[in-house]
Every structure is written in C-alpha cells, then in structure tokens.
C-alpha cells in the first residue's frame, strides 16, 4: 500500500487490492491447503476495512497514530523534559548560535535539556517548533543546540523544574510533524539511544 493514507490516490490503491486479490487467487486455487493473505497497512486498515482477507499488518498505528481520526487511536508514547533554567533577556538581545533568536520584547527564556543529538529536529527552532507546557503551547526561540533548546515563557509563571511535552497525549506527534513537513515516523526512528525511556504496564 504505496499511498493508502491519500485519498487523491484511492483509484491507484484499489487498483493494488485488485491485482493482489486476482493473482493470490490464482495461487490459492492451485494449491491444496489454506494460504494467509494480508495487504492492509495501518492506514489500509482504517480506510478500507472491506480488504483484510485473512490478516492485517498494522504498523504505526500501534503508537496511536491514524490517518483518518487520532481520536479513536490511544496514544502509546510520550517524550518529555523539564525546564533546567530560566534566564530574563532584554529586548533586542539574542538567543542561540549564531544570534538567530532576535527577541523584540523584555522575555523569559527558559533552558530545557533535549536537543539535536536527542532527536530533536534542528528545523524545530527559531519558531518552527513549540512545546507545551501547563497545556500551554510555548515556541522554541533560536537554533536548537547539540543538548539544549531555549523556549519563551515569557507570563507564563513558569519555574525551574516544570514539566515540558515535546509529544504526548494533549499534544501528538503528528502535530508535531507538520510543523516541519516531515511525517511521525521520522520523528519516533530519530529519537536517539541516549534518551533514557521508561516503560508502563497495565
């Protein structure tokens, strides 16, 4: 399923199925024992439930990620960090190498310790990106470092230690990747070895 999520690609998708179907059951015809066909992706499985055959190969939606409604899926992962400094800048004062977070109002700029070498996309600086904090979308000022990045929390009240969602559950991670154009699954295979990861049960 080459573009199953498309809708403007439905007649080359249904023109898949149907060649699949037609050859497989000219392989099932011949043989004398059941075959297990399958051909449904995440999104296949979403949007063209009529073709499961006998199985179904779900991918990318174990992580909660849809291509029609996120509503019906659960989110499965959460990447966090916490706010590590707050420094108070003037106006006209930069943020980041090479100057490129050019404040033009008396700001708050918090320090949060995640950056490229973690996963976190460089085009997600200076504005591009935002994270949330208190359920409060916050955007990430200046280029993004090797293991940090500065957000503005300017009036927020916001303290050393507070909570910051890079992706979650209030905030998912196909949010995120439209911000920069990419799609969730490079941002989930991007996240680095040295991100400690933890793991709930139910």
Known sequence: MASSDDEKHDDFTLAQIKLFEKLTGKIVKELNYPVIRHILNSAGIERFPEFQFDMVRIGIGLYGISAIDEGKLMNVSTLKSSIS??????????????????????????????????????????????????????????????????????????????????????????????????????????????????????
């Open 85 to 202: 400094q707050i420094k108070k800048l003037n106006a006209n004062e930069t943020v980041g190498y090479d100057r490129k977070g050019k404040l033009n109002r008396d700001s708050e700029i918090a320090v949060i310790p995640i950056g490229y070498a973690d996963g976190l996309n460089r085009k997600f600086g200076n504005g591009n990106g935002k994270v949330l904090i208190s359920d409060k979308l916050v955007p990430i000022v200046g280029n993004i470092c090797m293991d940090m990045c500065m957000i503005d929390v300017t009036g927020m009240g916001a303290k050393e230690g507070d909570e910051v969602i890079i992706f979650g559950d209030n905030y998912r991670i196909s949010e995120l990747a439209k911000q920069i154009d990419t799609i969730p699954y490079e941002l989930l295979t991007g996240i680095s070895q040295r991100v400690k990861r933890i793991y709930f049960y139910d």
